[in-house]
């Protein structure tokens, strides 16, 4: 009998990271989960375009910082607590796509990256609370200047990807970032000792420890 294949959600299929994850891991024998079930995967790779837009940080009102970066970590929560019941008392592995951008700043695109960067510590949170349930929860941190890759050029002339990677292209493309994810979540009980993790996959650029 054909063994049962494993069910993921992919959120932020729209974008490029989001889209390329999505083919990977039905490439690799997983289903794609249109239906309110268990999940062995959840992948959060949403990008608020909107907040790609570059602006001076004492041109940012109320509003703006409102729309730009506290909408987006809200948005995270939630959807964590929506995909809990989901992945609880499993070996479920929860991922969250977070660019590096978050951990140097970036000017002009600090309600990005502080938005990034408050759904990076929510992840983490969410390890140090959920691992006792079973899920694993990782953060991959792709390059911004491939998560923005489709069409969010007011990135250009910003100093998001201004730490040049040591490898090709190739090493950090939306493709890359996806078979890492598939390499991370293939093997939940493998990848367990590294739950709470920030994995960098931007070809050598940033190297955080």
Do not use: N
């Not at 959840?42 to 790609?52: E, G, M, T």
């Not at 939630?78 to 000017?107: I, K, M, N, Y």
Request: aromatic share 4%; with cysteine; proline share 7%.
């Amino acid at each position: 009998m054909r063994e049962q294949a494993r069910t993921a959600l992919v959120a932020g299929v729209t974008t490029p990271v989001g889209g390329a994850i999505a083919d990977r891991l039905a490439a690799d024998g997983f289903d794609l989960d249109t239906e309110d079930g268990r999940l062995d995967v959840a992948v959060y790779a949403v990008v608020p375009h909107d907040s790609l837009t570059s602006r001076p940080l004492v041109q940012i009102d109320e509003d703006t910082f409102a729309e730009w970066c506290e909408a987006p970590i809200r948005a995270f929560l939630q959807w964590l607590q929506a995909v809990h019941a989901r992945v609880a008392d499993r070996h479920a592995t929860v991922v969250l796509v977070a660019p590096t951008a978050s951990q140097e700043g970036a000017a002009g695109l600090v309600p990005y990256t502080t938005a990034v960067e408050a759904q990076r510590l929510l992840a983490k949170s969410a390890a140090r609370q959920w691992g006792a349930d079973g899920p694993t929860v990782l953060i991959v941190a792709p390059r911004l200047g491939v998560v923005a890759a489709d069409g969010a050029t007011s990135v250009d002339g910003t100093d998001a990807d201004r730490t040049p990677p040591v490898l090709d292209a190739g090493s950090f493309s939306a493709e890359a970032v996806a078979g890492v994810v598939s390499l991370l979540v293939s093997a939940p009980p493998a990848s367990r000792p590294l739950s709470g993790a920030t994995i960098a996959v931007d070809g050598g650029a940033l190297m955080a420890p």
